[in-house]
Each structure stands twice: as structure tokens, then as C-alpha cells.
């Protein structure tokens, strides 16, 4: 069964840096798509980011675009999400998943989750 364990998060203040790993416990992380989505209590889950197999394919969404940045190392099963720039609305439970397909904005193509980490942004 594939194991996907968040670290990195934390509370900051407005304008802060924090850089989230998600490390893979499967051999074939290299192929699989993965993303970063978010979810704050009482709303749906929301996309953030994801990278393709290689990682030379990146989408993200609007809220987040030119502040954060998607990466992978699949010689170390990890993936990061770099947050730069962040904002109060930024409060939530970051979580990555595994895609069954390619990189997508799209839930439903997810198949594996981890727990997620709390990102905390203070005002």
C-alpha cells in the first residue's frame, strides 16, 4: 500500500516562506503524477498544484501562481511545494496525493492521500 507522509508545515506570518515535503514510500513514485491540494474545515477540498512524472510539467492554481512552486526528486520519493508570499487565506491542511493519470487540476483523478500538515498564516 502506498504511504504519502506531509512534513514542513507550521505557522508563519503574512509575507513568510514555507517549503512542504511529501515523501513516497512506493519504488515507482517516477511514475506517478502527483499534486498539492488544500483544505480548510467546513470547504472543499481545493487544488493547489501538480507536477508531472518527469516534473517539466507544472499547473497551479491562480490563487497561488508566481508565489508557490511545485517540485520533485524522484531519486529521494519526495516531492515539495515551495510557499513564498503567503497570505492569511493560505490558512490550511495541506495535503499531496498521487495521480492515476497525468497532472491534473481534477480530485477525482487522485488515488492516494496522506494526512496532511497544517499551514497556519498569521496576520
Known amino acids: 500500500q502506498v504511504q504519502l507522509v506531509e512534513s514542513g508545515g507550521g505557522l508563519v506570518q503574512a509575507g513568510g516562506s514555507l517549503r512542504l515535503s511529501c515523501a513516497a514510500s512506493?519504488?515507482?513514485?517516477?511514475?506517478?503524477?502527483m499534486g498539492w491540494f488544500r483544505q480548510v474545515s467546513g470547504k472543499e477540498r481545493e487544488f493547489v498544484a501538480a507536477i508531472s512524472q518527469s516534473g517539466f510539467t507544472r499547473y497551479y492554481a491562480d490563487s497561488v501562481k508566481g508565489r508557490f512552486t511545485i517540485s520533485r526528486d524522484n531519486a529521494k520519493n519526495t516531492m515539495y511545494l515551495q510557499m513564498n508570499s503567503l497570505k492569511p487565506e493560505g490558512t490550511a491542511i495541506y495535503s499531496c496525493?498521487?495521480?492515476?493519470?497525468?497532472?491534473?487540476?481534477?480530485?477525482?483523478?487522485?488515488?492516494?492521500w496522506g494526512q496532511g500538515t497544517q499551514v497556519t498564516v498569521s496576520s
Open positions: 512506493e519504488r515507482t513514485f517516477s511514475a506517478y503524477a
Open positions: 496525493a498521487r495521480s492515476r493519470g497525468s497532472a491534473t487540476r481534477d480530485t477525482g483523478e487522485y488515488d492516494y
